[in-house]
């Protein structure tokens, strides 16, 4: 089978196809013939070597993905060869096949084809637990969303909004604007203005809430924006990290509150991790969560992929596909 191998740290050109023995089920495993992967900045940090996400190569990257069920483990009585299946964490994505911990698979729906379950497993599970578990929003909430045309932020827009809350995006303008108006932002700016939004919108009160996926360029900015009490999400880096930081910011901002979640904390259960699956599933299964497809690439492209991801020029979710 194809893999696609990180066959040193470093920039896409480390990324090669090549040929690997077909894997089989160890106990508790199961082999998946993947139809979709989705292509993550995790995986652009795990190439590059940058903090937690550092492997040692030879490595295949991605984290994502979703396929048929070909072998199961002797063992394994919950699934079986023919089932629909999506996962987000086990790793080893970029291939033609995928073995996977039996427990960290889960089931898709009929209604969802398999790409839009690969495009949606990661970053809906990832809105999912921003808007329900981090910061619960609650109707009226005012909530700005970072980079609102991305692959999170599309998702996210609409959660906030099935929430009842009021969204201030940002994103860098043109048809990214319209992808969030689209997605049912009450309000879409750049970077540079959406502080005068919230405080147009709060009476200057500020925020309840700021999901900042771009992390070093807005960092600031968001803090300020916050009413007193608010909270700061700090889920990601788009722009690079954010700057070390003085906790008595958070005092003086109004007893703040700053978090930086992952979702392998939200889905480390089992049973969670099948709850925010099965409600993401259900709500585009229902036509209530859009998913949007910004681009579809071979296992050979994967540098290009990564590379238009960085390259801050695509909207929605970038998804390999082996059997291009
Ligand atoms: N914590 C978690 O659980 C979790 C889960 C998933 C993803 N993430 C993180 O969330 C972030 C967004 O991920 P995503 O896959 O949804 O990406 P994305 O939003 O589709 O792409 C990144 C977007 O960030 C914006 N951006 C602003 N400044 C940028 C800069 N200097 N360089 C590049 N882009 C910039 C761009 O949108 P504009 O052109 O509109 O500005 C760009 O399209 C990443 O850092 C990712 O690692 C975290």
Do not use: C
Request: overall charge negative.
């Amino acid at each position: 089978m194809r893999v696609v191998v990180g066959e040193r740290l470093g920039g896409p050109d480390v990324l090669r196809v090549t040929e690997q023995e077909a894997p089989l089920p160890g106990p508790g495993q199961v082999v998946v013939d993947v139809a979709a992967a989705g292509v993550n900045y995790m995986d652009i940090y795990q190439r590059e070597g940058v903090g937690n996400y550092r492997t040692e190569p030879p490595f295949v990257p991605g984290a994502e993905g979703a396929g048929t069920v070909a072998a199961v483990g002797e063992d394994v009585t919950t699934l079986a060869v023919g089932d629909r299946v999506a996962w987000a964490g086990p790793g080893s994505s970029y291939a033609e096949q995928v073995v996977l911990p039996a427990n960290r698979v889960v089931s898709v729906p009929d209604e969802v084809s398999l790409q839009v379950a690969a495009a949606a497993i990661l970053q809906g599970m990832t809105a999912h637990y921003l808007v329900t578990s981090t910061y619960p929003v609650r109707e009226g909430d005012v909530a700005v969303v970072h980079a609102a045309a991305g692959g999170v932020g599309l998702l996210l827009t609409q959660m906030v909004k099935r929430r009842g809350g009021i969204v201030v995006a940002t994103t860098s303008g043109g048809e990214k604007a319209e992808l969030a108006l689209g997605a049912g932002a009450d309000h879409v700016v750049g970077y540079d203005r959406f502080r005068a939004i919230v405080d147009e919108a709060t009476e200057g009160v500020g925020a309840h809430v700021v999901y900042d996926g771009v992390g070093k360029d807005t960092f600031d900015d968001s803090l300020a924006a916050l009413r007193p009490r608010g909270m700061m999400v700090l889920y990601g880096a788009s722009s690079g990290q954010a700057p070390p930081f003085d906790p008595q910011r958070l005092n003086s901002g109004g007893s703040l509150f700053l978090t930086r979640p992952t979702l392998v904390h939200y889905i480390a259960d089992t049973t969670e991790l099948r709850w925010r699956a099965s409600e993401v599933f259900d709500l585009i299964a229902k036509g209530e969560l859009e998913v949007r497809i910004g681009g579809t690439y071979p296992l050979a492209d994967a540098a290009r992929a990564q590379g238009d991801l960085a390259s801050r020029r695509t909207t929605g979710k970038l998804l390999l596909l082996p059997g291009l």
